[in-house]
């Protein structure tokens, strides 16, 4: 979650695609099958910030971008920064129609949650914060995402924090957090009504950190979370749950999956405790198969790795870890994404530090991973590195960003096949930055 905005990034005026762009972006279908991943383009608006990218596609080639829009949005001067804004793409991410802001209010919208229901393959769902930070907004669109109906997951009187949403037909889930409680908000009519109850409700004093959800065949509903000490999380260690529902979330299982040293600091980028701390992601495949990607550390305040494990036993055996970058012992990971389809079919990425830019001293870059495995994680393809460099941005060099722009991003798996990656980059934690974006295979 992001607090502040500042200066504007530096960028090319052009709003729309070029048609060097286009060329490039209009691929043949031998060329995606050959792994290629064309070199990074930007999304959204040219003038303020944008930040933390979701992303889900449909089985009509639409492909859906929601990130919230620090600055003035142009043609709504009662938008309040941040503003959730929408971009869709009707051809599987060749072309991008302008952005605009799903549901203008007068106070801020934060932490950008989007998702297609897996039964029909076109029911478009989203979530956010609203009303700093105190409720949940859920929307649906039953037209690809130009028009839409909203309910609230969430009324409440503290900050709530991380929504993460899980669909699978009438069955709608939000997981978020206050303080060290993690709740779930559920419906079971196409998320009109919702009602809430505690994942954990006999929490010790702390912070928990929703982090994934996903919904298998069966129905069982699952969250990914953290659970830090609040007390003193620059010393504690972080424990990494998974919980299960197979009552349409009335009642939880919850298993221990890992547990973490201390999260890494970041103070001279501007973060707040724990934004490169452990976090998890979740998916499962058309066959029921439960997958887990996380980042984790062995030494306080130390690198932290990433980790992958499954289930086929609906999350009550998962496999050993395995360590899935190919980067050195001591390079930073955080920010664990990933995506499944058909059965055994799984696409991860995320962010590490293992490249260094040329210039004198050298400074430790970012950059975004990716990998993708059809046969459940028993084996792997070769990493790609989807970030590349784009001239004329003060945080982007030859070799990588500056920093992560925001604490989580999106892959989607289109209709075709394909596989969509959308991320931030920025110069530090507050400003400037903005989000970028690629398909491939």
Not at 134 to 145: K, M, W
Not at 218 to 236: F, V
Not at 239 to 266: E, K, M, Q
Request: charge should be neutral.
């Amino acid at each position: 979650m992001r607090f502040s905005s500042q200066a504007v990034p530096k960028s090319r005026p052009a709003h729309r695609i070029t048609l060097a762009l286009l060329v490039v972006w209009a691929m043949s279908a031998t060329a995606l099958a050959a792994s290629a991943f064309p070199p990074q383009m930007r999304l959204g608006y040219r003038t303020g910030d944008q930040w933390e990218p979701a992303i889900a596609a449909d089985s009509r080639g639409h492909i859906y971008v929601l990130y919230p829009q620090y600055g003035a949005v142009p043609g709504c001067s009662t938008c309040k920064a941040p503003t959730m804004t929408l971009l869709v793409s009707e051809d599987n991410g060749l072309s991008w129609q302008p952005s605009r802001p799903i549901l203008p209010l007068a106070t801020g919208q934060f932490d950008p949650q989007i998702a297609v229901d897996p039964v029909d393959h076109q029911t478009v769902y989203a979530s956010w914060l609203q009303n700093d930070k105190r409720d949940i907004v859920v929307a649906r669109s039953l037209d690809f995402g130009r028009s839409w109906s909203f309910s609230w997951a969430e009324r409440g009187r503290e900050d709530a924090d991380k929504p993460t949403l899980a669909v699978r037909g009438a069955d709608v889930y939000v997981g978020f957090n206050h303080e060290e409680k993690l709740f779930v908000a559920s419906s079971h009519d196409g998320g009109q009504t919702f009602s809430r109850l505690a994942v954990n409700p006999n929490a010790e004093r702390g912070s928990s950190l929703a982090g994934g959800a996903t919904i298998d065949p069966a129905g069982n509903i699952y969250l990914g979370w953290t659970a830090y000490a609040r007390h003193d999380m620059e010393k504690s260690s972080v424990n990494i749950y998974v919980s299960r529902s197979a009552d349409g979330g009335r009642s939880w299982t919850t298993a221990l999956l890992d547990r973490s040293s201390a999260p890494p600091g970041c103070e001279g980028e501007g973060c707040q405790t724990g934004y490169l701390g452990p976090q998890i992601a979740l998916a499962s495949d058309s066959a029921g198969a439960l997958y887990a990607l996380w980042n984790a550390g062995a030494v306080n305040g130390g690198a932290e790795r990433i980790y992958f494990s499954s289930s086929t036993t609906a999350g009550a055996t998962w496999s050993a870890r395995v360590d899935v970058s190919s980067a050195d012992i001591g390079v930073e990971h955080a920010f664990p994404t990933l995506v499944a389809g058909v059965s055994g079919d799984i696409r991860i990425a995320w962010m590490d530090t293992r490249r260094t830019s040329a210039t004198r001293p050298p400074v430790i870059l970012w950059n975004t991973f990716y990998r993708g495995s059809t046969n459940g994680g028993a084996t792997w393809g070769a990493e790609t590195q989807l970030s590349s460099g784009v001239r004329g941005y003060v945080y982007i060099l030859s070799n990588g960003f500056r920093f992560p722009f925001g604490d989580y991003f999106g892959l989607a798996i289109d209709s075709d096949g394909a596989t969509h990656a959308v991320w931030g980059e920025g110069r530090d934690y507050k400003s400037p930055g903005s989000i970028w974006y690629t398909r491939g295979r």
